[in-house]
């Protein structure tokens, strides 16, 4: 038997391995979420409780860390009530930023921001959840995409000859949005040829975009639904440019400040990944974040692979269908 686990609501049932690796619509939620091997899910659960014990063990031998969380006083404008988390700019307003901004000051390192890149009024977050949803499926037309843009040619051509009927409208549904969001300046679909033509916007914003920048949308919005469904207070941003006291800099992808005083912050990758590790590892020692607080997104990475490099190195390793339920163990885990 395979296992069902919705990351939005918590719901699990065991399904017939028929569904495995297959997005399967919650039968309390509705949300679609992927089913997983048993044993590999339960290769995930065993190897955060490991983390988890080692951090609490971190902590009972040394309680005066003058890094242990804080309580945090956050704006009650910070619990989304009433707003559209796919429109908004309530994380590019000064009661957001401020807060995050505070936290890097106690520890002597300079954060730049930039509102701009939390700011949800455009369509980047729409376009980025359903590709980050369907990610095995649709990470092919950006993929291409992105290699022809990069070549400096404006035209793509998307060979759908091998994709079954399904899955060929759900690549064509996503060209069709990627035209009305003007992500694409056309979309045309030749039946004949068995092919879709795509032509390019070149403004560096899209290029960014289909570049990578997609991947910390996806995850954006997704923190944003996570602290709206769940109703609690938490400050968060995208892109921030830091600065230690022995001069380097870094661009963190992501940072989220829960109430309690939880840190999180998540790099996202995909395709190669390995060579950033140790830049990794020193990154989150001059942070003074725990393991678990400090996440790799590496979008396409089996669970598996996450749950292995957890247990080798002093990170979190987690791919798209494993982030958020990562993201409420820490939050539930640290109160």
Request: net charge neutral; glycine share 6%.
């Amino acid at each position: 038997m395979a296992i069902f686990r919705c990351n939005e609501c918590g719901h699990v049932r065991e399904v017939g391995n028929n569904y495995l690796g297959n997005p399967v619509k919650c039968p309390k939620c509705k949300r679609v979420a992927h089913v997983h091997d048993t044993t590999t899910f339960v290769k995930a659960i065993v190897g955060k409780l490991l983390v988890q014990k080692k951090e609490l063990e971190e902590l009972r031998s040394n309680q005066d860390t003058p890094l242990a969380k804080t309580h945090v006083d956050l704006s009650e404008d910070l619990i989304f009530d009433g707003v559209d988390v796919n429109n908004t700019n309530v994380l590019a307003q000064e009661s957001n930023l401020s807060v995050i901004a505070n936290w890097f000051d106690q520890r002597q390192i300079e954060a730049e921001f930039n509102p701009d890149a939390a700011d949800t009024t455009g369509f980047f977050d729409e376009v980025a959840l359903r590709l980050g949803d369907d990610f095995e499926l649709l990470s092919g037309v950006t993929k291409q995409i992105k290699y022809i843009q990069n070549k400096g040619y404006a035209n793509a051509k998307l060979d759908v000859s091998k994709h079954s009927q399904q899955d060929l409208a759900k690549v064509q549904a996503f060209c069709s949005e990627l035209y009305d969001y003007s992500f694409v300046a056309k979309n045309f679909h030749n039946k004949k040829t068995k092919a879709i033509h795509l032509t390019l916007q070149t403004a560096p914003k899209i290029r960014d975009f289909f570049n990578g920048y997609w991947m910390e949308w996806y995850v954006l919005i997704k923190l944003m639904q996570f602290i709206d469904n769940n109703k609690i207070a938490a400050a968060c941003t995208r892109s921030v440019n830091v600065k230690f006291k022995a001069g380097n800099a870094n661009e963190l992808d992501l940072f989220m400040l829960s109430a309690d005083g939880v840190p999180l912050c998540i790099e996202c990758k995909t395709g190669e990944f390995r060579h950033d590790i140790d830049k990794y590892l020193s990154l989150r020692k001059q942070l003074g974040i725990r393991q678990s607080q400090f996440v790799i997104c590496v979008f396409g990475l089996s669970d598996e692979q996450a749950i292995g490099m957890t247990s080798m190195y002093d990170l979190t390793f987690v791919n798209e269908r494993t982030l958020m339920g990562h993201v409420e163990s820490v939050l539930k885990y640290s109160n």
